[in-house]
């Protein structure tokens, strides 16, 4: 049987490896020689332990984590991050520090304000419709934390650079760029990512907690909302996602044996968006919309002359088998998203397209 398959430049749920379809597809009868479903198999069994493991141990060498970091699997999406992060770690007195770099981040700023707790957003690229990332930030040395999001998947931002705070920890919502690139992880208390861009398919946040956070966390919290629930029982105090967690797995997989790491990971990356942004630099036809300074590597933004060109640009290029062009409804334009799965053959073709289309419509 032949599938078609086309270049998926969706924001999330996004492209996943084919190996790791494949993988899955023969899994869905009989995972390992059990018999059974890898959907029909009990969490509480031996071959749940092996998979949630294995995608622990995975993300342990991958990211070059200290014995203090622990690694979970939670429900709720990045989206659920906003409102745990400062319950468990803002206690009354105290105030966090927040960068505000777009939508995702203001949405975590809100969270923290409906719990009454006390946020200051220390910096914003508001002043320049977040075409920017904010440099020097004035941080509170007292702060319980600084949260930051790594890369704004809908204005196409990243930062290049992570701030230094201190000795205050970095939170960081990583949702759209985890596993892109390697970083040093110790200034981190907290990590977390929705599945569904980068590393897996929606149903799943991982987050990555350095133990030494969890101190503060306070007692009277519902089970199901607080950290130390999920670090006592491996993430699995209620049943988990686990069919999301056996695809993170092979990801993990996939980016460990095929890819070889992050650090090549981060070179496939670049050389995918730096093809990409230098063709929308060397056209007066395409209008890249972010900062030189602040692009990011994994969702790249553009205009056109307007909004009907836009529109019949997204749907030519589905026709071409390019799926997936449309900005975020909030902001509109166009939005390529080249997470990890996506080769740098779907950019090449992109680009081929691009150009038939601008020598069609310039
Ligand atoms: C998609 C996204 C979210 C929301 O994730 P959910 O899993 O849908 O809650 C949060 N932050 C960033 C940076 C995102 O890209």
């Not at 110790?186 to 946040?205: R, S």
């Not at 999920?230 to 999301?244: D, G, I, R």
């Not at 300074?293 to 088998?321: P, Q, Y």
Request: hydrophobic letters at 40%; a negative charge.
């Amino acid at each position: 049987m032949s599938v078609k398959r086309i270049y998926n430049f969706n924001a999330g749920p996004a492209a996943l490896p084919l190996p790791v379809l494949e993988e899955i597809q023969a899994s869905l009868l009989d995972y390992g020689g059990s018999g059974m479903s890898v959907t029909e198999i009990s969490h509480r069994s031996k071959w749940f332990d092996d998979i949630i493991n294995d995608a622990i141990a995975r993300t342990k060498r991958l990211m070059h984590l200290a014995d203090d970091h622990r690694v979970l699997f939670l429900q709720g999406g990045a989206s659920l991050q906003f409102c745990m992060v400062p319950m468990n770690f803002l206690t009354d007195g105290q105030t966090a520090d927040y960068v505000d770099t777009g939508t995702w981040s203001m949405k975590a700023v809100k969270e923290a304000q409906i719990l009454k707790k006390n946020v200051r957003v220390a910096a914003s690229s508001a002043d320049k419709n977040y075409t920017y990332i904010p440099k020097e930030i004035p941080f509170d040395p007292e702060a319980a934390y600084v949260h930051i999001t790594s890369n704004n998947t809908i204005k196409g931002t990243q930062w290049q650079q992570f701030p230094d705070t201190g000795s205050v920890p970095l939170i960081a919502d990583m949702s759209s760029d985890m596993m892109s690139r390697p970083f040093d992880v110790a200034p981190f208390g907290l990590i977390y990512a929705g599945a569904q861009k980068n590393i897996g398919p929606a149903g799943v946040c991982m987050v990555i907690i350095r133990e030494d956070l969890l101190a503060s966390v306070p007692e009277n919290l519902p089970a199901m909302l607080s950290y130390t629930t999920y670090t006592a029982k491996n993430s699995m105090y209620n049943t988990p996602p686990c069919f999301a967690v056996y695809t993170v797995q092979l990801v993990l997989k996939w980016l460990e044996e095929t890819i070889g790491g992050l650090t090549k990971m981060a070179a496939i990356n670049r050389e995918k968006a730096d093809r990409l942004y230098h063709y929308l630099d060397s056209s007066d036809f395409y209008r890249p919309t972010a900062m030189e300074d602040s692009r990011s590597m994994m969702n790249v933004t553009f205009r056109l002359a307007g909004e009907d060109l836009e529109k019949r640009f997204v749907e030519e290029a589905l026709a071409n088998d390019l799926g997936g062009l449309k900005g975020h409804r909030s902001v509109g334009g166009c939005r390529a998203s080249i997470y990890n799965a996506t080769p740098l053959e779907a950019v090449d073709a992109l680009i081929d397209f691009m150009k038939l289309f601008e020598a069609k419509n310039g």
